[in-house]
């Protein structure tokens, strides 16, 4: 069949929106079409050839939301006409990781998925007979897409997907850091580096939680007005502060319970750990750090009990937990609807990337 796709045909160029070639699913896999993407950073981190394992020409964006349209054999779980969202983080609950229960990274599928492949080692994408590879195995800038099974979450039928299909990266990874990775408790004090799309989520998780003091860093001030929305209680500006480690713990009283990075910036992951309440202070690394950087920090951070700890996609288990999430939202417990700032259609996506950069969006939508 043919689609209608924004691919990234080289690095650090714009989109181009082309009509593909895209074969049906095969046994284990679905066809869906995506109703409408979000625009996370990390597409325009990979776009702009800093991720490590880009792929290019490849159809970018893993926020999405869809209906089933087809299923290849074997398939149970979904069936056409059912609501869902891909994972970019798989559940097949079959694997050493998933079995575990002590991780959400199911590993069924990820090496052929950091190939921008489909688990028998091919593309469905085509265009002009080259092949267009997927992207951490959902390619959601496509208006049909095709997903293993393991990789859709199916979702209640009255979420509006202009809204859920944040819960596909951005809410859940947010969110999900606080309540799964931090596990954070009432009365602890939480510091936030970095107020964009998922910074703003796991603001709301810590007023969500019970936390105390919800302390964001930000170096672009209107990040304040934002901040607050979500449960933020002190504001601090990096740039109009001398020592901003020191000025932290000296508001949490000795260092944050829980801090987090959603900047991706390795100099702000070693202040976010070094704002951590010595003897327990735990600093959670959200942000996707640039190929060939490295964290670092005095070994003796650590000596003195500060805690460093990474998390993706939030924890979540996404099938089990992304349903759940999209009733949280239908519930009224956590809010979409004020960080989606700007909605386009696809043939307007190169837009999202410069409102983004610009600071001026948290999060722009693609509806198709
Ligand atoms: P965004 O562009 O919406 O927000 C980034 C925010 O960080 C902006 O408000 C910006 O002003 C702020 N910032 C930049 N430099 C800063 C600095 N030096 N100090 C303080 N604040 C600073 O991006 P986003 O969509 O919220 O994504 C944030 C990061 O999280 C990205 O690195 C993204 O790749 C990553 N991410 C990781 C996961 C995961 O599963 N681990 C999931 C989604 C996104
Ligand atoms: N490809 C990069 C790493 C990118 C990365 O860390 N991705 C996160 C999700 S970001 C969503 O916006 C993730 O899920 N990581 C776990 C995984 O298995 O990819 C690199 O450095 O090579
Ligand atoms: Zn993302």
């Known amino acids: 069949?043919?689609?209608?796709?924004?691919?990234?045909?080289?690095?650090?160029?714009?989109?181009?929106?082309?009509?593909?070639?895209?074969?049906?699913?095969?046994?284990?896999?679905?066809l869906v079409e995506i109703m409408a993407t979000g625009i996370c950073h990390t597409d325009a981190y990979t776009l702009d050839g800093l991720d490590s394992e880009g792929i290019f020409p490849s159809i970018l964006g893993h926020e999405g939301a869809g209906i089933v349209r087809e299923v290849g054999a074997g398939?149970?779980?979904?069936k056409p006409g059912d609501h869902?969202?891909?994972?970019?983080?798989?559940?097949?609950?079959?694997?050493?990781?998933?079995?575990?229960?002590?991780?959400?990274?199911?590993?069924?599928?990820?090496?052929?998925?950091?190939?921008?492949?489909?688990?028998?080692?091919?593309?469905?994408?085509?265009y002009k007979g080259q092949t267009i590879y997927h992207y951490m195995g959902c390619?959601?800038?496509?208006?049909?897409?095709?997903?293993?099974?393991?990789?859709?979450?199916?979702?209640?039928?009255?979420?509006?997907f202009d809204k859920a299909c944040y819960v596909g990266c951005g809410v859940t990874t947010g969110v999900g850091a606080v309540t799964n990775t931090a596990k954070v408790q009432v009365g602890d004090n939480v510091v936030v580096f970095g107020l964009g799309g998922i910074g703003l989520n796991v603001l709301q998780g810590a007023k969500m939680a019970g936390a105390?003091?919800?302390i964001g860093v930000d170096i672009n001030d209107s990040k304040e007005e934002w901040g607050r929305k979500f449960g933020m209680t002190h504001f601090v500006n990096p740039k109009k502060t001398k020592d901003v480690v020191a000025h932290l713990v000296e508001l949490?009283?000795?260092?944050?319970?829980?801090?987090?990075?959603?900047?991706?910036?390795?100099?702000?992951?070693?202040?976010?750990?070094?704002?951590?309440?010595?003897g327990w202070g735990t600093s959670i690394i959200i942000g996707v750090a640039e190929a060939g950087k490295e964290i670092s920090t005095r070994p003796f951070?650590?000596?003195?009990?500060?805690?460093?700890?990474?998390?993706?996609?939030?924890?979540?288990?996404g099938r089990t937990d992304v349903p759940k999430i999209v009733d949280w939202y239908m519930n009224g417990k956590i809010q979409i609807d004020p960080m989606i700032t700007h909605v386009m259609k696809l043939d307007k996506?190169?837009?999202?990337?410069?409102?983004?950069?610009?600071?001026?969006?948290?999060?722009s939508v693609v509806v198709y």
């Open 1 to 30: 069949m043919k689609t209608r796709a924004a691919v990234a045909f080289e690095a650090k160029k714009p989109l181009e929106i082309v009509e593909l070639d895209l074969e049906g699913p095969k046994a284990g896999e679905v």
């Open 75 to 78: 398939v149970t779980s979904v």
């Open 84 to 126: 869902v969202i891909p994972l970019y983080t798989p559940e097949c609950r079959q694997c050493k990781s998933c079995l575990s229960g002590k991780t959400n990274l199911c590993t069924a599928i990820r090496a052929t998925q950091g190939k921008g492949l489909m688990p028998d080692g091919t593309s469905r994408f085509s």
């Open 139 to 160: 390619s959601t800038f496509s208006n049909f897409t095709v997903l293993p099974e393991i990789a859709v979450a199916k979702i209640r039928t009255d979420a509006p």
């Open 212 to 214: 105390d003091k919800i």
């Open 252 to 278: 949490t009283d000795g260092g944050a319970d829980y801090s987090f990075d959603c900047t991706g910036n390795t100099d702000v992951m070693r202040q976010a750990l070094e704002c951590c309440h010595r």
């Open 301 to 317: 951070q650590l000596v003195t009990g500060r805690n460093w700890r990474g998390t993706a996609f939030g924890g979540a288990k």
């Open 349 to 363: 996506i190169n837009d999202a990337f410069d409102l983004m950069h610009s600071g001026e969006s948290i999060r």
